[in-house]
T-cell receptor, first 115, second 111 residues
Framework: NAGVMQNPRHLVRRRGQEARLRCSPM?????VYWYRQLPEEGLKFMVY????????ESGMPKERFSAEFPKEGPSILRIQQVVRGDSAAYFC?????????????FGPGTRLTVL | TQLLEQSPQFLSIQEGENLTVYCNSS?????LQWYRQEPGEGPVLLVT?????EVKKLKRLTFQFGDARKDSSLHITAAQPGDTGLYLC???????????FGTGTRLQVTL
């Protein structure tokens, strides 16, 4: 089985541009989570989505950031008008619908660099 | 705010030595996961523990979940250079909920 897939693996943007990060969960997984890892910091939760629904966005910055998980296609994390402070590794994780262990499986990440 | 403190932060040992990494919190978790992360890659799941007092073994790695489900430990026996990496614990507080990650332990095993 293919694992969680993320693309692109590396993304370079200039200040003010938009960044779109994609995540395809593992087959059979309907829960998607996005985390951010700033340089020399730990992973921090951003948002939790199920198909067509945002369940928990308590970790998302209030402005410029949005996420979706449409009925068809990958989950998208969108950052508008990027700033240098957005430079980080963004990880997506997925988990199955019924899993009492709450286990999440991570993708390889997208490394965003804002020039 | 839930916090997971890991200790030690850094550990440099020689091949063949044993080590223990600790993950502590004042919060109760419904499950706790351990991951290892290599530079430039995503965290790779090692184990999930869900029951207080539970002990799981994965070859030379032994994981324990505290009785009160607030803390956990990872013990590595006879460490090898391939064990080098960043070890992360992460706790969940309910079914299908976000993970709170620990501060991480960076392990280096030399020949």
């Amino acid at each position: 089985n293919a694992g969680v897939m993320q693309n692109p693996r590396h993304l370079v943007r200039r200040r003010g541009q938009e960044a779109r990060l994609r995540c395809s969960p593992m087959k059979g997984h309907s829960h998607v989570y996005w985390y951010r890892q700033l340089p020399e910091e730990g992973l921090k939760f951003m948002v939790y989505l199920q198909k067509e629904n945002i369940i928990d966005e308590s970790g998302m910055p209030k402005e410029r950031f949005s996420a979706e998980f449409p009925k068809e296609g990958p989950s998208i994390l969108r950052i508008q008008q990027v700033v240098r402070g957005d430079s980080a590794a963004y990880f997506c994780a997925s988990s199955p619908l019924r899993d009492r262990t709450d286990t999440q499986y991570f993708g390889p990440g997208t490394r965003l660099t804002v020039l | 705010t839930q916090l997971l403190e890991q200790s030690p932060q850094f550990l440099s040992i020689q091949e063949g030595e044993n080590l223990t990494v600790y993950c502590n919190s004042s919060s109760v978790f419904s499950s706790l996961q351990w991951y290892r992360q290599e530079p430039g890659e995503g965290p790779v799941l090692l184990v999930t523990v869900v029951t207080g007092g539970e002990v799981k073994k994965l070859k030379r790695l032994t994981f324990q979940f505290g009785d009160a489900r607030k803390d956990s430990s990872l013990h590595i026996t006879a460490a090898q250079p391939g064990d080098t990496g960043l070890y992360l614990c992460a706790g969940a507080t309910g079914t299908a909920s976000k993970l709170t990650f620990g501060t991480g332990t960076r392990l280096q095993v030399t020949l």
